[in-house]
C-alpha cells in the first residue's frame, strides 16, 4: 500500500510538471504569458507551476516584439450636438466612436493615421456632454456660430432658424475648421458608421502639401464623383458628398449633404464662412447671392454655405466624392438629378445600387 501511494503521488508530480492544472490554491501559477506575435502556440501559453523545485526548466522563448512606424499624422473626428434628445444620440456616438477607433492607427494593421474624437456641444446640449466624454469625446461648449441678429440681410435673419434639423446652431458644424493643431478634420454625424480606414482621402491631402499633387489627384483608389471637374494642379481643401435626394432636376447647386465634410482646418476659411453668412445675401427663391444655391434642405445653413463657399468663391477646389462609395445613405435618389451639371449630361458612374 505504502509502495502503490509512492507510485501515484510520484505520478500526480509528473503530471504537475508537464500539463494545465487548476489552481486549487496549493500552487500558485504564472499568467498566460502575451505573445505579441501571431504565432502563439500552445506551448507558449502553457501554465507552469513556480514554486516546484524538482529540476524544472522553463523555456521562456523571447517574444518578438512587432513594431510599427509612427502615425503620419492625428485626425481630428468631430461631431456637433445641438440638443439633447433620447439615449440613441449617445448610442450613435458610442457606435461610432468604435468604428474609428477600429478603423485608425494603431488598431487597423493598414491605417497610418492616429485620431482624436471632438463634439461640438451648443449650451442647450450640456446635459448630454458627460456621456460623451465617457466616450472618449473632448468636449467642447460652442454657441452658434454667428450672431443671428447681427446678419444683415433681412430674409436669412428673420428664417435662418426654420431651416434644416437645426437651424442657425447647425452652424456650428464650422468650428471643424478651427482645429488647426491637426492636419485634416473629418466632421460627421452620430448616425455615421466608418468602415474603413479613410487613409486615402487624408493622403491625397498631405500629398498636395508636398508637391505630389498630380499623384494624390490621379490617384485611381479614390472615386471621385465626376473626375473631369477636378483640378490636378489645385491643392485638396476638402472631400465632401452631395444630397441629390434633395435636388431639383434642372438646378444647377445640389447641396453638400451636411454629414460628412473632411476639411483642412484653416481660422481664414471659418472667419470667410462668418463674413458670408453675417452679410446674409441670401434672395428669397434663388438662393445664396440669387445664385440658386440654397433651394434645398439646410441651404440657409451648412448645406447652403458650404456649397456657396467652394462652388462659387472656390470652384474646382473641393472635391466631390462619389456618394455611392462614401458618406452612402442607402437612398433612392431620383436618375435625373444624377447629372454632371456642368454638361448637363447623364452622370457617368455607377448607380448605388450597383
Given amino acids: 500500500l505504502v509502495a502503490l501511494c509512492s507510485i501515484a503521488i510520484f505520478i500526480q508530480r509528473h503530471r504537475l510538471l508537464t500539463q494545465d492544472v487548476p ?5 500558485p501559477v504564472q499568467p498566460t504569458r502575451t505573445i505579441t506575435t501571431t504565432q502563439t502556440t500552445k506551448a507558449q501559453t502553457r501554465r507552469t507551476p513556480t514554486n516546484l523545485h524538482h529540476h524544472v526548466h522553463h523555456n521562456k522563448p ?8 509612427p502615425p503620419k499624422a492625428v485626425i481630428g473626428y468631430a461631431v456637433t450636438i445641438t440638443g439633447c434628445g433620447d439615449q440613441i444620440l449617445i448610442d450613435g456616438a458610442a457606435i461610432l466612436s468604435h468604428s474609428i ?6 488598431t487597423n494593421p493598414t491605417s497610418h493615421y492616429a485620431y482624436k474624437l471632438y463634439a461640438f456641444v451648443h449650451p442647450d446640449a450640456l446635459p448630454c456632454a458627460v456621456g460623451l466624454k465617457e466616450l472618449g469625446y473632448e468636449v467642447q461648449e460652442r454657441e452658434t456660430a454667428v450672431v443671428v441678429a447681427d446678419i444683415k440681410g433681412d430674409f436669412l435673419r428673420e428664417n435662418i432658424h426654420k431651416v434644416g434639423c437645426c437651424g442657425a446652431a447647425e452652424l456650428i458644424k464650422l468650428y471643424a475648421y478651427t482645429l488647426v493643431e491637426h492636419p485634416v478634420v473629418v466632421h460627421v454625424d452620430c448616425d455615421v458608421l466608418i468602415l474603413r480606414p479613410l487613409d486615402e482621402l487624408f493622403d491625397a491631402m498631405l500629398d498636395s502639401d508636398t508637391g505630389s499633387k498630380s499623384v494624390a489627384h490621379k490617384s485611381t483608389t479614390i472615386p471621385y464623383m465626376f473626375p473631369a471637374k477636378v483640378d490636378p494642379q489645385t491643392p485638396i481643401p476638402a472631400f465632401f458628398t452631395r444630397d441629390y435626394n434633395l435636388a431639383y432636376y434642372g438646378k444647377k447647386y445640389p447641396g453638400i449633404q451636411g ?6 482646418p484653416n481660422t481664414q476659411v471659418f472667419d470667410d464662412y462668418i463674413s458670408i453668412i453675417t452679410e446674409g445675401n441670401f434672395v428669397k427663391g434663388s438662393g445664396w447671392a440669387g445664385l440658386g444655391i440654397g433651394n ?4 440657409r445653413t451648412i448645406q447652403g454655405v ?16 462619389n456618394r455611392c462609395l462614401y458618406n452612402s445613405m442607402s437612398d433612392s435618389a431620383k436618375p435625373e438629378c444624377l447629372k454632371d451639371d456642368s454638361k448637363h449630361t447623364p452622370k457617368t458612374t455607377e448607380d448605388c445600387e450597383d
Fill in 259 to 264: 454629414g460628412f465634410l473632411v476639411v483642412r
Fill in 101 to 106: 477607433h477600429t478603423n485608425s492607427y494603431p
Fill in 296 to 299: 434645398f434642405w439646410g441651404g
Fill in 306 to 321: 458650404v456649397s456657396y463657399y467652394y462652388d462659387h468663391f472656390h470652384p474646382r477646389t473641393a472635391v466631390e466624392l
Fill in 23 to 27: 489552481n486549487n490554491g496549493r500552487f
Fill in 62 to 69: 523571447v517574444p518578438r516584439v512587432v513594431t510599427r512606424a
